[in-house]
């Protein structure tokens, strides 16, 4: 405790020279973004698969804080292939929600920023967007029209104040201007009766806490789904439900998202959701993805000693077991990463090559990609992931 206590000590000094880094560094990042906004060759850019609705490459997001710089994703390569559901997987705080809000231009600016790499949205005519350099303007058009998040609370995510119908009516008029008030009305009951709500009249005229946990995300998904997005991204969509409402509810999701053909990218750290939805699965971990392929490379060919960690620590019915595994030790210190594997402290197949640099990726097939050292003789090496020094971004 006293060791703790020590180690994360910052004098007076330290914590002006942090403030006075962060202050500046904000300052010339956000002079950038609003310079690169006013020119459109450079938030335009193209898809390096046109058959991927987002492709994340190296996309490093950081957020300057009063104890140092919180490398939250760092050097991030993953893609969302069209029409098919992308699970992101690890243990709380390893990065996935400020990926998720990375995509969508949602971090709490200016002490979250992404820093480095690309995040690349398909717009359907050859050419994507640089999410990372657009404006705000086309942001208000995508988010809501062409990306849509579900979040994890439905409580905290509707307006109390204001009827279901309100909320539903507000984001279809808001994406489309010229639509007439009996339209808007009529496609939010086409919404309700979508998502299966069963009085939806009833339910146009009421106000959240009227409705029971599973209806309000309903009401959510509906909100999510009304413009017909072509990329869904739920974060921990049925942490809040109980499990029969949770199965409801993911099938809807798949059945809407197949109706729409839309993709997913689901945030969730229960792997029953992910084994049961995902056509591919991303593993991150303390901010990096650390293996990623098909849901069945990963769920019967895990390698990453934290994949196979985590698929033993999952309980499997009508397997008896005395106690469940559980992966020791804890996540490093986000501030202060040390520079060999990030997982080597805690990992119980680690060997003298492991105390070298952060292990590059290795390719073990066209879809199955692992950072890790025990698998540099079985694949293809590929780089590492890039991290920022954050010096250099003054
Ligand atoms: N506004 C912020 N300021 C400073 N650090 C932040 C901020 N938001 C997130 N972080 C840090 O970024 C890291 C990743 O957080 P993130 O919310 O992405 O985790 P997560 O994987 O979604 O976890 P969970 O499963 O608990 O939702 C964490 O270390 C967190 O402390
Ligand atoms: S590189 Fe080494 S320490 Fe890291 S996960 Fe692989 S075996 Fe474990
Ligand atoms: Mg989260």
Redesign the pocket.
Known sequence: MAENKKSSYISGKESRRITRFNRRVTKKLEKERADANKDPKLYTTAMKDPDNIVEFDNVCTY?F?DVGV?R??DGVNFNVPKHSTVGIV??????????SLSLMQLL?RP??QTVGGEIRFNRGDGTAYNIVNTPNAIMEKIRGDQISMIFQEPMTALNPVFRIGEQINEVIELHNPGMSEADVKARTLEMLDMVGIANKEGVYSMYPHELSGGMRQRICIAIALACSPTLIIAD?PTTALDVTIQAQILDLLQNLKDKLNSSIML?T?DLGVVAGMADYVVV?YA?RVVEKGTADEIFHHPCHPYTIGLMRSKPVVGQKVDELYNIPGSVPN?VAMPDYCYFRDRCEMHCDRCSGKYPAEVRLSDTHVVSCYRYYDEGEVLGQPKSVNVEDLL
């Not at 690890?90 to 990926?99: L, P, R």
């Open positions: 957020f804080s919180v939250a994703v690890g243990e709380s705080g390893c990065g996935k929600s400020v990926t709490a002490a979250g921990e945030i750290h991150m901010g986000p």
